[in-house]
Nanobody, 127 residues
Framework: QVQLVESGGGLVQSGDSLRLSCAASGRTISSVGMGWFRHAPGKDREFVAG????????VYADSVKGRFTISRDNAKNTVYLEMNSLKPEDKAVYYC????????????????????WGQGTQVTVSS
């Protein structure tokens, strides 16, 4: 069973940048897609970005497209989310998650396609 630990969250001002990390342990994540989701108070959990197992394909929610970049380093068993031009509406707890399907070139938007989740890291953006 894999354990996922997010880090890198914090309090920043509008327009600032943050880099979130998701370190996996207990099992390699190199053969599965990974995703980032976020959950803001009063809102549903939202897909943010996902990346295929090889890193060759990535997809983004429209709300973050052009500002966020997902990447992975399979040698370090780690996934990243680079967040630029942060806005107050980006405030949420950010979670990384491991996809269910091995060696799939498809990146899934649904949280149902992800089996393991981290504990989350808080991102707060002040205006």
């Amino acid at each position: 069973q894999v354990q996922l630990v997010e880090s890198g969250g914090g309090l920043v001002q509008s327009g600032d940048s943050l880099r979130l990390s998701c370190a996996a342990s207990g099992r390699t994540i190199s053969s599965v897609g990974m995703g980032w989701f976020r959950h803001a108070p009063g809102k549903d959990r939202e897909f943010v970005a996902g990346i295929s197992w090889s890193g060759g394909r990535s997809v983004y929610a429209d709300s973050v497209k052009g500002r966020f970049t997902i990447s992975r380093d399979n040698a370090k068993n780690t996934v990243y989310l680079e967040m630029n031009s942060l806005k107050p509406e980006d405030k949420a707890v950010y979670y990384c998650a491991q996809g269910r399907r091995r060696y799939s070139g498809v990146v899934y938007y649904s949280h149902e396609e992800y089996s393991y989740w981290g504990q989350g890291t808080q991102v707060t953006v002040s205006s």
